[in-house]
Structures are given as C-alpha cells and as structure tokens.
C-alpha cells in the first residue's frame, strides 16, 4: 500500500463513515474507494477538496504515515482557532528541503551598538516538519559578559520567502521571528537574506528590528568551528565575510527599535 492511501485510510478512520465523506465533497463513492486501496491516485483538484474536507494541506497526504498521523493527532488536539497558524507550517515543504542544513547568521543587536551577532543554526526536517535550533554564544571581555542562548522553532515556505519563528529557552522565554528570501539563482546557493525582529537583552527587552543574513555552510560542518565563529564582532572583522559586511553596513541597513521616549 501506498504512503498516501494509507494516509488516506487513516484520516478516514476519523470521520463516521466514507459516504458521508463523498456526500460532502461531491466525489464517486468507487471513485473514492480506488483512492483507499492504492488503485490510483485523486487529480490535484479532487486532492484539494479532500484535503479541505480534513482541515489538512494537500501535501500532508504526502508525508510519511508516522509524521501524517501526527499531523492527524495535533489538528484534532487543536480544535480552536490556532489551528490555522499551525497548519502555515511548513508550507511548502519540498522547497524547504533545499535550504536544509548548517547556517551561519548574522544580524546586528541594540544590545551591543556597532557589533554583528554572529549564531549557529540548524534548519532540519523531523516528523513532516522543519525545525529550527539556534546557538547564540556571546563573549565580551570588556563587559565580563557570557551569555549562552539557545532557540527552537518552526520553519514555512510560503510565495517563495522563508518564514522563521523560534522560542528562546529558559525561564524567561522570548520569541523571535524572521523573514528570509531565498537566493533568485540556481548556482547562488550560499547566503539567505531577510529582516529578523526580536528584542534586546541589555535594552530593557525594547523590541527591535534589523537586518539578517545566513550564509549556509552544509549538511555536515565542522560544528566546533561553527561555534568558534560565534559571538560579536565589528563590522571591520576579517572573520565577516565581503557579503555579509556590505549588507549589514550602511544608512539602508540600519536596526530599528522603539523610542523610550514620545
């Protein structure tokens, strides 16, 4: 049997029976048993219009049975009006898939004026979902400051952009979210540039936004040197690559954040 029939079968087994599933969407009953025994498979338009039937995506019946069956549990879990949010996620997963792997990123912080924050981050798939973890590792000597930060979050591919929402770990979580545009070329596969917002450590939790970029640097790094590399830098750094200089410099990349005073 195929993935998406037994797919199919297991969201059947949520309803009270298939004809009332047929009635509703206006499909053959033999039709749509064809569907459930792996004979063929529904045209893109007969797929939609299950899928919606389902409260699921189109490409959910695409994903391996385990990670679809959780995808099952969580939309019957949900129930309210959150369900839609977390059905954005991740979208287009076949497009996510490309951009997987080890980046390195960058972005400037009201937390440490005229520095880059560079981070290590993993985008990565588990259960039909992209998942995102971040280390953000700070050393300032000046300061006698070490900061250690880890999120987790949520990747979505949505109209050719890259949708990032994490969670700060801790006990007093933050969130932070991030636009990324993936590169317009086929042979650029290097550098992700976008707009992150978040809000900053030593500002009194002011929430700012600037400029990001990620620059990836494979499937398997040297993850020890990734973490190396973390931590803040001037923008004159020799560690900054070219790239990430000129687009985090400039009046056009300026950081932005709330006035402490009107």
Request: glycine share 8%; with cysteine; aromatic share 10%.
């Amino acid at each position: 049997m195929t993935a998406f029939a037994e797919n199919l079968r297991a969201a059947c087994a949520t309803v009270r029976s298939i004809s009332q599933i047929c009635r509703e969407i206006g499909l053959n009953r033999q039709q749509f048993n064809r569907y459930i025994n792996g004979e063929t498979r529904p045209s893109a338009h007969n797929l939609a219009r299950i899928a919606g039937f389902f409260e699921l995506q189109a490409a959910d019946f695409s994903l391996a049975p385990a990670a679809f069956r959780q995808r099952l549990e969580r939309r019957s879990r949900g129930g309210g009006e959150g369900l839609p949010l977390l059905d954005g996620f991740p979208g287009d997963l076949a497009a996510l898939r490309r951009h997987a792997g080890y980046f390195q990123t960058y972005h400037r912080s009201p937390s440490w004026p005229g520095l880059v924050v560079c981070s290590c981050t993993r985008l990565y798939e588990e259960n039909g979902e992209m998942r995102v973890k971040s280390i953000e590792r700070i050393r300032d000597a000046v300061d006698e400051i070490r900061q250690d930060s880890k999120y987790l979050g949520l990747a979505a591919y949505w109209r050719n952009r890259i949708f990032i929402t994490e969670r700060s770990l801790g006990p007093n979580p933050m969130l932070a979210q991030a636009i990324l545009i993936p590169f317009e070329m086929t042979h650029q596969r290097v550098y992700l540039r976008g707009v992150t917002t978040g809000v900053s450590w030593r500002k009194g939790n002011l929430p700012y936004a600037t400029r990001t970029i990620w620059r990836h640097m494979g499937a398997k790094p040297d993850l020890r040197s990734l973490l190396r590399r973390c931590g803040v830098l001037p923008l004159t750094s020799r560690q900054l690559p070219p790239t990430v200089r000129a687009f985090l410099d400039g009046p056009s990349a300026e950081l932005l954040t709330v006035p402490t005073e009107y």
